[in-house]
């Protein structure tokens, strides 16, 4: 009984990050939501894991479970990794503009202090 109050404590604490953080898109809440409100029923109900995972074709719950967090771990390795990659092509175009700005300031400057020197 102990582990459901605080799997659920957990939960509401995630859900209410989620919910905080109001930069996201509303599909992206609602996601969350509906990820959470699943994984309550998950812990409130947890024989309930059991027939889904017959239903599907896996043994017991907690391998279904176990199963769909390796794969949503996946996924979201894979996509904050191209967004890395993303960013820091987003970043070398920067420095390079940034580079070229700084040459193009310091051939002005030195053009003006060999005008004024003469």
Excluded at 4 to 33: D, E, K, M, Q, W
Excluded at 38 to 57: H, R, Y
């Amino acid at each position: 009984m102990i582990i459901r109050v605080l799997l659920l404590s957990c939960l509401a604490a995630i859900g209410y990050l989620g919910f905080v953080r109001r930069h996201r898109l509303p599909v992206h809440i609602l996601l969350l939501f509906s990820i959470l409100g699943v994984a309550a029923l998950a812990v409130v109900f947890p024989d309930a894991t059991n027939i889904v995972s017959q239903w599907v074709g896996v043994g017991r719950g907690a391998d279904l479970i176990a199963y769909l967090v390796q794969v949503s771990l996946l996924f979201i390795s894979l996509h904050y990794y191209t967004k890395f990659i993303d960013q820091e092509r987003q970043i070398a175009e920067l420095v390079r503009q940034l580079a070229i700005l700084r040459a193009e300031v310091e051939s002005l400057q030195e053009r003006r202090s060999s005008e004024d020197q003469r």
